[in-house]
């Protein structure tokens, strides 16, 4: 947020205050880049081993074995919207 002044999906751009204005305000999930079942009990998490997503695309990261990084994903979607614009 300090950095762009917004909070969008890292996957797909979603920005929730554009889409529904002050309710959206501050509203994104924060996804494990390393799955928790693999971190050490006295890992702690930093800033950096998290992504921030859109629900929508959080399900997908953690919908197959093993998991799709947010790279994977970014580029998924990417590749579908490319041969869906006419």
């Not at 998490?45 to 992504?51: I, V």
Request: aromatic letters at 4%; hydrophobic letters at 35%; glycine letters at 10%.
């Amino acid at each position: 947020m300090a950095k762009t002044g917004k909070l969008e999906c890292e996957a797909c751009a979603f920005d929730f205050a554009q889409a529904f204005g002050e309710l959206g305000e501050g509203f994104i999930e924060a996804h494990h880049r390393v799955p928790v079942h693999r971190l050490g009990g006295t890992t702690k998490t930093k800033a950096e081993d998290l992504a921030l997503v859109c629900p929508n695309c959080h399900r997908m990261l953690h919908r197959s074995d093993p998991h799709l990084s947010v790279d994977e994903l970014r580029e998924l979607l990417a590749s579908r919207s490319c041969g869906n614009a006419g």
